[in-house]
């Protein structure tokens, strides 16, 4: 009986110690290490998951098996790389205490959308390449986060003119839409001409378009500071919107089963930005094309102090 006991205790530590070391391989393949900066570090697992919009996109079912890996590759290194600089960067920049504000983020974010013709078309555009508007904001932030450690790095070495900027900036408006637009605030209430009423009477004793739109989401589209040209607003709205000052609001329009309250915000005769609104922008984006060589060359110098390193 005894000798039973001690067998069975031996073959159950045998089916535990299996147990525990398949389950050992398979999580030190699911997160083998692929890159260390500092003391942060990217598992395989990690990467693909940055990785699988791209294997999405750019891997399709007719590549051969061969050209499947090699893409494959060449975008793990891409991403890999971006993480490797934007780590480093989030790691420097504590260490000097820099950080972007949420000011500065929203002046950039609003200089972007204002190119983009609206928030909404910002939307849009970011939606053709893959990128949500959250994960867009979040790369603006590394963005200016790599540009004020650059300027503390390279301040004195990278000079950027008047006349550089001014070229910049002729260059920026070359192919800038000169339609006349109008800049407009809309909400859309569906099938309840009620409620639609009634959030105009609000409006008119000065409630906010997105405090009436928060009050009831799922039966309100809101569609913030939005700029249109004259050939894209149907006629009905044309009318009503021509009729009002810039700040007003227009009668509601009944459009099929759906109720339109408009404000004009602004109209524009399809005049570029000025210089003085795009400078600042203009100015980073000068400063990051000639500090990139130095960026790159900073980065390499820490690679060979063994800073980082990479094992894919």
């Given at each position: 009986?005894?000798n039973?006991?001690?067998?069975?205790?031996?073959?159950?530590?045998?089916?535990?110690?299996?147990s525990?070391?398949?389950?050992?391989?398979?999580?030190?393949?699911?997160?083998?290490?692929v890159?260390?900066?500092?003391d942060e570090f990217l598992?395989?697992?990690?990467?693909?998951?940055?990785?699988?919009?791209?294997?999405?996109?750019?891997?399709?079912?007719?590549?051969?098996?061969?050209?499947?890996?090699?893409?494959?590759?060449?975008?793990?290194?891409?991403?890999?790389?971006?993480w490797i600089?934007?780590?480093?960067?989030k790691?420097e920049?504590?260490?000097?205490?820099?950080?972007?504000?949420?000011?500065?983020?929203?002046?950039?974010?609003?200089?972007?959308?204002?190119?983009?013709?609206?928030?909404?078309?910002?939307?849009?555009?970011?939606?053709t390449?893959?990128?949500?508007?959250?994960?867009?904001?979040?790369?603006l932030k590394?963005?200016?986060?790599?540009i004020?450690l650059?300027?503390?790095?390279v301040?004195e070495?990278?000079?950027?003119?008047?006349?550089?900027?001014?070229?910049?900036?002729?260059?920026?408006?070359?192919?800038?839409?000169?339609?006349?637009?109008?800049?407009?605030s809309i909400?859309?209430?569906?099938?309840?001409?009620?409620?639609?009423?009634?959030?105009?009477?609000?409006?008119?004793?000065?409630?906010?378009?997105?405090?009436?739109?928060?009050?009831?989401?799922?039966k309100?589209?809101?569609?913030?500071?939005?700029?249109?040209k004259?050939?894209?607003?149907?006629?009905?709205?044309?009318?009503?919107?021509?009729?009002?000052?810039?700040?007003?609001?227009a009668?509601?329009?009944?459009?099929?089963?759906?109720?339109?309250i408009?404000r004009?915000?602004?109209?524009?005769?399809?005049?570029?930005?000025?210089?003085?609104?795009?400078?600042?922008?203009l100015y980073?984006n000068?400063?990051?094309?000639?500090?990139?060589?130095?960026?790159?060359?900073?980065?390499?110098?820490?690679?060979?102090?063994?800073?980082?390193?990479?094992y894919?």
């Amino acid at each position: 009986m005894k000798n039973n006991f001690h067998k069975t205790l031996i073959i159950l530590f045998f089916i535990f110690w299996l147990s525990f070391h398949s389950l050992g391989f398979s999580t030190e393949t699911i997160n083998k290490i692929v890159a260390v900066v500092g003391d942060e570090f990217l598992t395989l697992y990690e990467l693909d998951e940055m990785c699988t919009p791209f294997f999405e996109k750019f891997i399709t079912q007719d590549l051969p098996p061969e050209a499947k890996e090699k893409v494959k590759k060449q975008i793990r290194e891409k991403i890999l790389k971006s993480w490797i600089e934007g780590t480093l960067l989030k790691i420097e920049a504590k260490k000097y205490g820099i950080t972007v504000s949420d000011e500065e983020l929203e002046r950039f974010l609003s200089a972007e959308i204002r190119i983009k013709g609206g928030e909404e078309k910002l939307k849009e555009y970011l939606k053709t390449q893959g990128i949500s508007y959250e994960e867009y904001k979040e790369n603006l932030k590394e963005e200016l986060l790599k540009i004020k450690l650059v300027q503390l790095q390279v301040r004195e070495k990278v000079v950027i003119t008047q006349d550089e900027l001014k070229k910049a900036y002729e260059e920026a408006i070359k192919n800038y839409d000169i339609a006349p637009k109008y800049w407009l605030s809309i909400l859309i209430i569906k099938e309840d001409e009620n409620l639609a009423n009634f959030i105009y009477e609000e409006i008119l004793k000065g409630k906010n378009f997105e405090e009436l739109y928060k009050s009831d989401p799922s039966k309100i589209k809101f569609i913030k500071e939005e700029s249109f040209k004259k050939q894209e607003i149907a006629s009905d709205i044309l009318q009503n919107i021509e009729k009002i000052s810039p700040g007003e609001v227009a009668p509601i329009i009944k459009r099929n089963n759906e109720f339109y309250i408009i404000r004009l915000l602004k109209t524009e005769a399809g005049n570029p930005p000025s210089f003085e609104e795009m400078q600042e922008r203009l100015y980073q984006n000068l400063f990051q094309l000639k500090s990139e060589a130095i960026l790159e060359k900073w980065i390499k110098e820490l690679e060979e102090k063994r800073y980082i390193k990479i094992y894919l």
